[in-house]
């Protein structure tokens, strides 16, 4: 699970007006990425054909860089 670090904006704003507003930062986790699927687990004709364009755009970045970099 990935985890990244952001400023507590409602902390803040709770605080701004009492003069010296509290700055902290949490961390949150990313969401996995997982296919679309439907009520029987299937995957789903959208979710195969966004996961076909990410992998192809994907490629197609890597091959740009390879070839003309």
Known sequence: MVTFVKFD????NRTKAAGTP????IEEEF???EMITDSEGNPTLGGRIGYALAYALMAGFIGYFVLFI
Not at 22 to 25: A, F, L, R
């Open 31 to 33: 969401p996995d990425i």
């Open 22 to 25: 509290n700055c902290t930062h």
């Open 9 to 12: 904006v409602e902390t803040y």
